[in-house]
């Protein structure tokens, strides 16, 4: 029994002398550990209970703050004006092509249109030659500029890009140079503007200027349109073929008239944006939201008889002159001045609706 009693007095003090040990160690590093270092157990950002390391913070927060905070990496911001003076942007304006003088497009190989909305006007720019269009319907080109700068925003550079890269062939010719991809999921036929224009493909332009192929091309609703009282264009005053293709007339859906698009596209180019309504009730939103989306071309500009060339020919700037002379058959004016007298009972009244006759 001695001998037992002896073995644990003797375990004890063993234990007791690494304690001491162990407690000095502990004091002589307290530079490296706070004061408030406890056993007891914090909860982790999992939720779990764990010991608290050496290095620990009067609070758990701040120690995940500190730690975020020192390994945060600072990112650089582009100055996006910074301006590439090696390489500066040639901003040439492009020079019509007179359509007296021959030229070939860089894109659809064709050279001068007889209708200008078959493939637009053409343009010569930075050596190279294109119609305005083609270009327009270029997939995944930059517009970057002003409408004075380039082809109309596009720079020369960007231009001669697109046509050296333009290795596609086309859905419909089957020659290169074809840049109009449409924009249907999964389809990616490329085609030439006026190609795709023949072959009945929807080029709108607007927005984005989406283009859709043949196969995909735009078609309308007319369920829901107005019955018309017959199949007349109210433009040619010709009926329209019921058996034509849809991509060779269109309907107006605010009162559901007919016409063939040739008709619509001339009366379009005419008018311009702000004068253009259906021909038929002289509706203006609807029938233009419809029509582009179906891909007519309804330039912004002003009307063709407000334009200075043009002035004469429409007699525009008569409505300006209000020349009050009698226009009735049998003038009863006994005066001297005859239909030109103008006073008293014998006062020239003007038309309500045109302001020139009385």
């Known amino acids: 029994m001695s001998s037992l ?19 000095d160690n502990l004091v002589g590093n307290d530079n490296n550990v706070d004061d408030d270092v406890t056993n007891e157990l914090v909860e982790s950002k999992s939720g779990r209970k764990i010991k608290p390391s050496r290095k620990i913070h009067e609070n758990y927060e701040d120690r995940k703050k500190s730690k975020s905070k020192g390994t945060k990496k600072s990112k650089r911001q582009s100055n996006p004006a910074v301006v590439d003076l090696e390489n500066p942007v040639d901003k040439t304006p492009a020079v019509e092509i007179p359509s007296s ?6 894109y659809c190989h064709k050279g001068h249109q007889d209708d200008p909305l078959e493939s637009g006007k053409m343009f010569s720019i930075a050596g190279v030659t294109t119609h305005y269009f083609c270009m ?10 002003a409408d004075s700068e380039g082809l109309f925003g596009f720079y020369g550079d960007e231009v001669k ?24 999921k999964h389809c990616g036929v490329y085609m030439h ?3 795709g224009q023949e072959s009945g493909a ?10 859709y192929c043949f196969m995909h091309r735009v078609k309308q609703k007319v369920e829901s349109f107005p019955t018309p009282p017959d199949t007349d264009c109210v433009i040619c005053y010709e009926k329209v073929d019921q058996v034509l293709e849809d991509f060779k007339k269109i309907r107006a859906p605010c009162c559901g008239r007919h016409f063939h698009r040739d008709c619509v596209q001339r009366f379009a180019m005419t008018s311009g944006t702000q004068h253009f309504k259906c021909p038929n009730c002289n509706n203006h939103d ?4 419809e029509f582009k989306k179906n891909g007519v071309y309804i330039p912004y500009k002003d009307a063709e008889w407000e334009l200075p060339g043009q002035q004469d020919f429409y007699n525009w700037n008569d409505r300006y002159v209000q020349t009050k002379r009698c ?16 006073e008293f009972e014998n006062e020239i009244i003007l038309c309500d609706l045109c302001g020139t006759n009385g």
């Not at 003088?101 to 860089?106: K, S, V, Y």
């Not at 020659?175 to 109009?180: D, E, P, Q, S, V």
């Not at 929807?202 to 283009?211: A, E, I, L, N, Y």
């Open 161 to 184: 890009n697109q046509i050296e890269n333009g290795k596609k062939k086309c859905k419909y010719c089957k020659k290169r140079g074809a840049t109009a991809r449409c924009n249907k």
């Open 286 to 289: 609807e029938i233009t939201k």
């Open 5 to 23: 009693s002896d073995k644990v007095s003797l375990s004890e003090e063993v234990q007791s002398n690494i304690t001491d040990v162990v407690d």
């Open 327 to 342: 226009s009735a058959k049998e003038c009863l004016c006994k005066e001297k001045e005859g239909r030109s007298f103008n």
């Open 101 to 106: 003088t021959p030229a070939i497009c860089g």
């Open 136 to 145: 327009l319907f270029t997939y995944n080109s930059s517009q970057l500029g």
């Open 202 to 211: 929807t080029f709108q332009f607007m927005g984005k200027m989406h283009t």
């Open 193 to 195: 503007f006026p190609c």
